[in-house]
């Protein structure tokens, strides 16, 4: 009986503990602040690298070397536009090829949707 009562109080501090981590990762996930300095409002969303959409974009660009210099986000017929402005932040010249090749290796679902430039 000593053995199952143990046994059933460190089951129940495991599932405390996972409870625990379960809600410091949900806590992670997004951060909202919002601002009015002015008659505009500033809405900004923060959350762990990880853990948002456009991670693998951004592990594409830390494989090429890139660094993000702008980046907006725009909104319609259903559709989320994320546009970057990217500088090359290694000693090569940043080329769209190389770009190309990024996306293609980071993942199947970061094809490019056009050929500009």
């Known amino acids: 009986m000593e053995y199952e009562r143990e046994?059933?109080?460190?089951?129940?501090?495991?599932?405390?503990?996972?409870?625990?981590?379960?809600?410091?990762?949900?806590n992670r996930v997004a951060d909202i602040k919002i601002e009015a300095p002015?008659?505009?409002?500033?809405?900004?969303?923060?959350?762990?690298?990880?853990?948002?959409?456009v991670s693998k974009v951004i592990e594409a660009f830390k494989?090429?070397?890139?660094?993000?210099?702008?980046?907006?986000?725009?909104?319609?017929?259903?559709?989320?536009?994320?546009?970057f402005v990217v500088k090359s932040s290694g000693p090569e010249q940043l080329t769209k090829d190389k770009l190309?090749?990024?996306?293609?290796?980071?993942?199947?679902?970061l094809q490019p949707f056009s050929s500009v430039g």
Request: hydrophobic share 35%; net charge negative.
């Open 7 to 26: 046994r059933l109080v460190s089951t129940s501090r495991d599932a405390l503990a996972s409870e625990s981590s379960n809600l410091e990762t949900q």
């Open 38 to 53: 002015s008659d505009e409002v500033v809405v900004t969303v923060r959350c762990p690298l990880e853990t948002h959409p």
């Open 63 to 83: 494989e090429a070397q890139v660094n993000v210099v702008e980046s907006k986000l725009a909104a319609g017929n259903d559709t989320v536009y994320h546009t």
């Open 100 to 109: 190309m090749a990024a996306f293609s290796g980071e993942s199947n679902s």
